[in-house]
């Protein structure tokens, strides 16, 4: 676990060590850290990346903001192509290594189970 004192090198060090985001239900933080990485790819200072929002229930509002903000054109109709809402994790998983793993021949490790021990201290 990392804590950092101020916000924005949080978000900075969020985005230098991932190639995509699953965005989960959340609250402020989570919307500034979406729209932060969203312009980020907008301004072409970040390339590739995808940003999944698991769970269309919650995320519905946004997706119809969204849209509306393509209608007002204050975003382009192709901003909303960097998205992907699913309620599906194998989905999102499919998806990130179609276009990021498979596409960059990223090496996967393998992370070992957390032995039992370990296991039994968090309880």
């Known amino acids: 676990m990392i804590t950092f004192k101020y916000f924005f090198v949080r978000k900075l060090m969020l985005l230098k060590y991932s190639y ?6 959340g609250g402020a933080g989570t919307m500034d850290e979406l729209f932060e990485t969203l312009t980020l790819i907008q301004t072409k200072k970040i390339y590739n990346f995808p940003i999944i929002l698991l769970g269309r229930d919650y995320f ?3 997706m119809d903001f969204l ?3 393509v209608i007002e054109q204050t975003i382009d109709e ?3 192509g960097f998205l ?3 309620d599906s994790v194998e989905e999102a ?8 793993v498979d ?3 990223i090496k996967l490790k393998k992370v070992p189970k957390p ?6 201290k968090r309880v």
Request: zero cysteines; hydrophobic letters at 55%; charged letters at 20%.
């Open 67 to 69: 849209d509306l903000m």
């Open 78 to 80: 192709n901003d909303l």
């Open 20 to 25: 995509a985001f699953v965005v989960l239900p």
């Open 84 to 86: 992907v809402f699913t």
């Open 115 to 120: 032995s039992k021990i370990l296991l039994e």
């Open 60 to 62: 519905k509002p946004l």
């Open 103 to 105: 596409k960059f021949g």
């Open 93 to 100: 998983v499919a998806y990130i290594h179609k276009n990021i």
